[in-house]
């Protein structure tokens, strides 16, 4: 009998689907196998604080990134143990369990294979949106934006990494079946607070047409680099575009400075 398959959310821009933990073979392996081609061989505000310098390392940093709690006071610490990252996120996030995985699928796909996917995310405001689209009487529920990590595999580079994963959350997400709409920024060097090198790339969407009531373009930001056993792994922000109440980007740029490998202890409450 196969290991039970962690807790999924799929979020295809109108249609979010909660799948409970089951022990279902089929199912879990055709999860796993993804995250395993996609991963490093183990398997997806309210507070506006003011953008921190990402090249920083201070006392306080360095202390934190080791264990002893968020870098930023007040936030929540969320961590990737499989994938060896951490990083916090506001108090108003609300955190998911470190198995939990959020992903993308085809539209009319009937297996639900993930084109992409990040593992213990936190979410902001988990119903943003709630609609019954397809009047079969079921409410869904939007979220305005996710963080999450996951590995990357089947990267040659950093670059490369950031890039795909971006661009697939939004195509996924936002704007399929219709990939032209996507607007794909520079890979630019990123270094965060604990002294993190990697490549960060921004992927947006613009003209995305509405055919359900919850729809919007979309917004990523993925950041690659190498965990400590050397493998390629990425944080990415997924979230909704151009709305009134979208994250903005110095809130963005905050959660990512934070982000470090993860030590022993880390998320501990």
């Known amino acids: 009998m196969g290991a039970p398959e962690p807790p999924r959310r799929s979020w295809n821009r109108t249609t979010v689907a909660v799948v409970a933990a089951a022990a279902v073979v089929v199912v879990a392996c055709g999860v796993t196998g993804f995250l395993v081609l996609r991963d490093d061989g183990g398997g997806t505000p309210d507070t506006k604080p003011t953008a921190a310098d990402a090249s920083s390392t201070d006392t306080t940093d360095r202390t934190a990134a080791k264990g002893a709690g968020p870098l930023v006071p007040g ?38 294979k ?6 213990a995310p936190a979410v902001l405001k988990e119903k943003w949106c709630t609609s019954d689209d397809d009047k079969n009487g079921t409410q869904e529920d939007t979220p305005l934006a996710s963080v999450g990590t996951t590995g990357e595999k089947d990267a040659k580079s950093a670059a490369e990494a950031a890039e795909d994963t971006a661009k697939t959350w939004v195509y996924g997400a936002y ?49 690659a680099f190498k965990n400590a056993e050397g493998a390629f792994v990425s944080w990415t922000y997924v979230g909704a575009h151009g709305v009134s109440d979208e994250v903005p980007d110095a809130t963005i740029r905050e959660i990512l400075s934070t982000v470090r490998l993860y030590e022993e202890g880390d998320g501990d409450d």
């Open 175 to 223: 704007t399929q079946p219709d990939s032209t709409r996507l607007t794909i920024g520079e890979p630019e060097t990123y270094r965060t607070k604990s002294g993190i090198e990697g490549s960060l790339v921004t992927v947006t969407s613009s003209g995305v047409p509405k055919q359900g009531t919850c729809d919007s373009d979309g917004k990523a930001v993925t950041f």
């Open 75 to 112: 936030w929540n610490t969320v961590v990737n143990p499989k994938r060896g990252i951490t990083f916090d996120a506001p108090g108003s996030w609300s955190r998911q369990s470190p198995d939990w995985v959020s992903y993308v699928a085809e539209k009319g796909d009937p297996e639900e």
């Open 114 to 119: 993930p084109l992409v996917a990040m593992m």
